[in-house]
């Protein structure tokens, strides 16, 4: 599995929302992927990571 951190500023506003951004994010990932995005500070993030491989 892969991580990508994107920077959501600026781009909610491009997308008309945070819910649209977060669909378009999902849908440029193949569906047999099946990939999740979570929405959360860089920290909270990194945290996240970190528990996963502890």
């Not at 929302?17 to 994010?25: F, I, K, N, P």
Request: proline share 2%.
């Amino acid at each position: 599995m892969a991580t990508a951190y994107v920077r959501l500023d600026g781009l909610v506003a491009v997308y008309g929302g945070e819910e649209r951004l977060v669909y378009t994010l999902l849908g440029a990932v193949r569906h047999d992927l099946e990939p999740v995005v979570g929405v959360g500070s860089f920290w909270l993030c990194r945290l996240g990571e970190y528990q996963k491989t502890a």
